[in-house]
């Protein structure tokens, strides 16, 4: 049964940092790692998909990997904004594309 | 492109009363999801279809709720009856398939928010 576990819960940074957010998985037969965001009160907007064949996805400041050996996903943001601010979720999807979630990640950027 | 629609976006209902909601994915999606979203927590997966098929619906409380995807497009999720512990946001997704393994990617609709009293 897949598990996805996402480090640190919450995450507190001044502006300008450059910071990863962690994604871990137990079914390594896991097809897509798909990477959201999401803002209070909002639905979720896909940030970016790593299919298994891939090992990473760039877009703009955003690059995400994906180690299906060792169970692992990285989001990194690279010189981080205030206008990041929100939660970030990774799922993970297996079987029969059956996405399961993290809990996700509080990421808030100081000014 | 259109997104996935969802609505109400807002319901406030008693304890016992039903509710539904529903769902019109993008066009050419064959697959929708749906999610519950308890407050804090990731997306939890209540049942998923291809077409009009149901693929996975393992953690659906099929006791009080329901779903359909007539004619493998729109959808409808009902909860009969509502209990407290229903309250969440409701979470619509659909994604297009173009093959074995090829995509999957999700869309979501801006969810409803449920608030059972």
């Known amino acids: 049964k897949q598990e996805v576990t996402q480090i640190p819960a919450a995450l507190s940074v001044p502006e300008g940092e450059n910071l990863v957010l962690n994604c871990s998985f137990t079914d390594s037969a896991i097809y897509n790692l798909q990477w959201f965001r999401q803002d209070p009160g909002k639905g979720l907007t896909s940030l970016l998909l790593?299919?298994?064949?891939?090992r990473e996805q760039t877009s703009g400041r955003l690059n995400a990997s994906l180690d299906k050996s060792s169970g692992r996903s990285t989001l990194y943001i690279a010189a981080s904004q205030p206008g990041d601010s929100a939660t970030y979720l990774c799922a993970g999807a297996s079987g029969t594309y059956k996405y399961i979630f993290g809990t996700g990640t509080r990421l808030k950027v100081l000014a | 492109e259109a997104g996935v629609a969802q609505s109400p976006r807002y319901k406030i209902i008693e304890k016992r009363q039903s509710v539904a909601f529903w769902c019109n994915p993008i066009?050419?999606?064959?697959?929708l999801y749906w999610y519950q979203q308890i407050l804090g927590q990731g997306p939890k997966l209540l049942i998923q279809f291809q077409n009009n098929g149901v693929v996975d619906d393992s953690q659906l409380p099929k006791d009080r709720f329901s779903a359909e995807r007539l004619k493998g497009v729109d959808s409808t999720l009902k909860i009969q009856p509502a209990k407290l512990e229903d309250s969440a946001v409701y979470l619509c997704?659909?994604?297009?398939?173009?093959?074995?393994?090829?995509?999957?990617?999700?869309?979501f609709g801006p969810g409803t928010r449920l608030t059972v009293t």
């Open positions: 066009s050419g999606h064959a697959t």
């Open positions: 790593i299919q298994s064949s891939q």
């Open positions: 997704a659909s994604s297009l398939v173009r093959g074995p393994r090829s995509s999957y990617e999700q869309y």
